[in-house]
Nanobody, 120 residues
Framework: QVQLVESGGGLVQAGGSLRLSCAAS????????MAWYRQAPGKQRELVAG???????NYADSVKGRFTISRDNAKRTVYLQMNSLKPEDTAVYYC??????????????WGQGTQVTVSS
């Protein structure tokens, strides 16, 4: 059974940093794009950053220059380094991966979410 397990969320003061991790486990044939999304209370889920299997990245304008997405394909893990955090970054952060489980077709998977709270 394929799972995405996130870690690294927590409470931090404005200006601080956090690093999120998301590891894929299970019988997986291949992993394509990976991404981080976030959802603040009363708002829609939004894309924060994405990374292709080849390492090409894209970011939401609101986090450019502050957040960095990376991945370790051997570990099946994607990371989100978040610096210069602002109170408006407070949200539940979700990992997403487009992957092909062994013996199945490509589909999108989501992690359970990890809370990031930035205090002013």
């Amino acid at each position: 059974q394929v799972q995405l397990v996130e870690s690294g969320g927590g409470l931090v003061q404005a200006g601080g940093s956090l690093r999120l991790s998301c590891a894929a486990s299970g019988s997986i044939f291949s992993i394509n794009d990976m991404a981080w999304y976030r959802q603040a209370p009363g708002k829609q889920r939004e894309l924060v950053a994405g990374i292709t299997s080849g390492g090409r990245t894209n970011y939401a304008d609101s986090v450019k220059g502050r957040f960095t997405i990376s991945r370790d394909n051997a570990k099946r893990t994607v990371y989100l380094q978040m610096n210069s955090l602002k109170p408006e970054d407070t949200a539940v952060y979700y990992c997403n991966a487009d992957l092909t489980p062994a013996g199945f077709y490509l589909r999108s998977y989501w992690g359970q979410g990890t809370q990031v709270t930035v205090s002013s």
